[in-house]
């Protein structure tokens, strides 16, 4: 699955403090595009783009919203949801093109996956709408499960690798902007950002980033670059193929972010 990173300006944002369902959403448009929405929802006063993600009927994926933070897609349930929309108006078009099925599926397995909940509701559930329409083949793309592999592209055709995802890459992201290391989204998905924002770490470090490491590698977690965590750091650099070195540089980084 290939997700387009739109790179849309917003307004001020909040950040999300727990993501526990999704929330699917049709735009109501038999075509609009990512820019279209950004630019109907800053007409309402807003941010910018209410929803997190866009699936248009070729099966492209658009990033919209940033996935960290709080969305403007359902009144009263924006604060633990992520919104998808999907092309089209399915009160009146009758059935979905199948490469937009199969994409809403991924990308709803992917989310699940990510956050760690099966809880997907349409709009109509929490509020009086009925969106995403009656024609909207709901149940089998919100009963989607899986693992999936994701790339991103920008939408002037460049990609990326994406690698692990959850909890611990957030921590990662955290610790790294909190003592300057870099400037990233905290948002869980490792990726170029994430590789390019990893400090050097060796023995004799100490803290949180040498907690996260020893985590990975198997070593005793109490922030202390010791002996030990050199052990446990150059048997996973030989497991990997790497040169044993015992320092946690950008290649050694790459593989424990799964990249």
Not at 54 to 61: E, H, Q
Not at 146 to 175: C, H, M, Y
Request: with cysteine; charged share 15%; proline share 3%.
């Amino acid at each position: 699955m290939k997700i387009i990173e739109t790179n849309l300006t917003f307004g001020a944002l909040s950040r999300r403090s727990a993501t526990s369902r999704i929330i699917i959403h049709n735009a109501a448009a038999v075509t609009c595009s990512a820019e279209d929405i950004h630019r109907w929802h800053l007409a309402n006063g807003w941010a910018g783009a209410g929803y997190h993600f866009l699936v248009r009927k070729d099966g492209s994926i658009y990033r919209l919203r940033p996935e960290w933070a709080i969305g403007a897609h359902t009144s009263g349930s924006n604060s633990n949801s992520i919104g998808i929309c999907f092309e089209g108006d399915y009160n009146n078009e009758t059935s979905m093109p199948a490469a937009q099925m199969a994409s809403g599926k991924e990308l709803v397995a992917y989310i699940k996956g990510k956050y760690g909940f099966r809880l997907v509701q349409a709009h109509q559930d929490v509020c009086a709408t009925d969106c995403p329409g009656h024609h909207f083949p709901f149940s089998e793309i919100a009963g989607a499960s899986g693992s999936v592999n994701v790339t991103t592209s920008s939408s002037d055709g460049g990609s990326s690798s994406i690698g692990a995802s959850g909890n611990w890459i957030a921590q990662l992201q955290s610790e790294c902007n909190a003592q300057g290391f870099s400037n990233q989204a905290v948002d869980g998905i490792a990726g170029p950002n994430t590789l390019a924002g990893c400090p050097m770490v060796r023995k004799g470090a100490r803290g949180n980033i040498t907690k996260i490491i020893q985590s990975r590698v198997g070593a005793v977690a109490d922030g202390i670059f010791g002996a030990a965590t050199e052990a446990a750091v150059k048997a996973f650099q030989r497991a990997h193929g790497l040169v044993a070195d015992g320092i946690v540089g950008p290649k050694t980084w790459c593989k424990l972010l799964g990249m």
